[in-house]
Nanobody, 123 residues
Framework: QVQLVESGGGLVQAGGSLRLSCAAS????????MGWFRQAPGKEREFVAA????????YYADSMKGRFTISRDNTKNTVFLQMNSLKPEDTAVYCC????????????????WGQGTQVTVSS
């Protein structure tokens, strides 16, 4: 079992930045690929970004490329999502997830999920 706890969400104006963190416990963190997903009210869960177990490879949804950066610190069992140039349409609950790394862009590739942190971007 892996427990994931997100933090760092909040209210920010359009054009601003936030850095989300996801702390993992319960298993060897470096065994897992990590992903970030988001879900806005009335919408389906959406892939945001993912990173391989070593941090050597990262993947992004097209709409996040150039604005969001995923990273991880395996010594601290934490994955980060740096979000810049935020837009009102980025408003959502952001969740991190852990999986074996067989794939990255879909929910099916992840076995463990955090509860999420709310990000609200005002116009």
């Amino acid at each position: 079992q892996v427990q994931l706890v997100e933090s760092g969400g909040g209210l920010v104006q359009a054009g601003g930045s936030l850095r989300l963190s996801c702390a993992a416990s319960g298993h060897t963190f470096s065994d897992y690929a990590m992903g970030w997903f988001r879900q806005a009210p009335g919408k389906e869960r959406e892939f945001v970004a993912a990173i391989s177990w070593s941090g050597g490879s990262s993947y992004y949804a097209d709409s996040m490329k150039g604005r969001f950066t995923i990273s991880r610190d395996n010594t601290k069992n934490t994955v980060f999502l740096q979000m810049n140039s935020l837009k009102p349409e980025d408003t959502a609950v952001y969740c991190c997830a852990a999986g074996p790394g067989h794939g990255f862009g879909g929910s099916v590739y992840y076995d463990y999920w955090g509860q999420g942190t709310q990000v609200t971007v005002s116009s």
